[in-house]
């Protein structure tokens, strides 16, 4: 049985970072191209930022491009997620998905191909 555990949410000021990790439980990690998504009160849930297998490629939404980053350690089962100078419209859910031996394409930018998810964390940021 596959499991995401994210951690590392929190309540922050504008401008302040936050390190997002997700453990990836129960295949293994480096089949996985992982992603992360958020999801504010009343809105849809949206990419964020995604890796290849081998962290060789990403993408990233153009609204974090240049503050988020997002890396794995497969030795560690773990991908994270920087952000920094954090704003308020970044305030929402953050869930990490896992896409099991899915082709990093263009199509890594939509929901439906991750087939695992973890339960989210709550990112908060005040102005």
């Known amino acids: 049985q596959v499991q995401l555990v994210e951690s590392g949410g929190g309540f922050v000021q504008a401008g302040d970072s936050l390190r997002l990790s997700c453990v990836v439980s129960?295949?293994?990690?480096?089949?996985?191209?992982m992603g992360w998504f958020r999801q504010a009160p009343g809105k849809e849930r949206e990419f964020v930022a995604a890796?290849?297998?081998?962290?060789?490629?990403?993408y990233y939404r153009d609204s974090v491009k240049g503050r988020f980053t997002i890396s794995r350690d497969n030795a560690k089962n773990t991908v994270y997620l920087q952000m920094n100078s954090l704003k308020p419209e970044d305030t929402a859910v953050y869930y990490c998905?896992?896409?099991?031996?899915?082709?990093?394409?263009?199509?890594?930018?939509?929901?439906?191909?991750?087939?695992?998810w973890g339960l989210g964390t709550q990112v908060t940021v005040s102005s």
């Open positions: 890796i290849s297998r081998t962290d060789t490629n990403t």
């Open positions: 129960g295949r293994t990690f480096g089949r996985y191209i």
């Open positions: 998905a896992a896409d099991y031996l899915g082709a990093f394409s263009s199509r890594t930018y939509y929901a439906n191909e991750y087939e695992y």
